[in-house]
């Protein structure tokens, strides 16, 4: 009952927004230690990155990326339960000029709706203006790619997935 309810509430809010900048915050898994980080951690301005792999592929189920400043923090965090912290020693991933270009578009969603992204690895955004995301597949499941904004997924995703397995191998 409760994943029908979510699936209404998912479907009017997909429907009545543009996919870009809905507000993905209940989208995300290991919500409430993602939250006490933001609210512990970035209480100002900051930019947000969550990486959440398919639910078994890997020893995580999120990645936070926190970006204040020139500062990039992340947070490896497996079923609500930090596992590790540190610190990135590059701003790659937030200096990528084109990420307004990656996130799903209304254009895009030929489904209607948002199934649940554990089927697939995701990257979601936020900032204080926007939030949005997009697949870390090669053929996405839960929209059609345009390929004018593909690319651009492509090219940030190569960004991303580098940090990643340098956190991931460290």
Not at 16 to 28: A, E
Not at 109 to 121: A, E, M, Q, T, W
Not at 133 to 152: G, H
């Amino acid at each position: 009952m409760k994943t029908i309810k979510v699936l209404i509430l998912l479907f009017f809010t997909v429907n009545v927004y543009s996919q870009k900048y809905i507000s993905v915050s209940n989208w995300y898994a290991d919500k409430k230690s993602i939250n006490k980080i933001v609210k512990d951690y970035a209480k100002e301005e900051k930019k947000l990155l969550i990486y959440q792999p398919s639910l078994e592929t890997l020893d995580f189920t999120s990645l936070l990326l926190v970006s204040k400043g020139k500062s990039v923090r992340f947070w490896k965090i497996k079923n609500d339960t930090i596992l590790n912290t540190g610190k990135i020693r590059n701003d790659s991933i937030f200096s990528y000029r084109h990420f307004l270009k990656t996130g799903v578009r209304v254009t895009e969603d030929k489904l209607k709706f948002v199934p649940p992204l554990s089927c697939c690895n995701i990257i979601i955004y936020i900032d204080s203006k926007r939030s949005f995301y997009f697949e870390d597949e090669n053929t996405p499941v839960t929209y059609s790619p345009d390929e004018n904004y593909q690319k651009y997924r492509i090219e940030w995703r190569k960004i991303i997935k580098n940090e990643i397995e340098g956190i991931i191998n460290n």
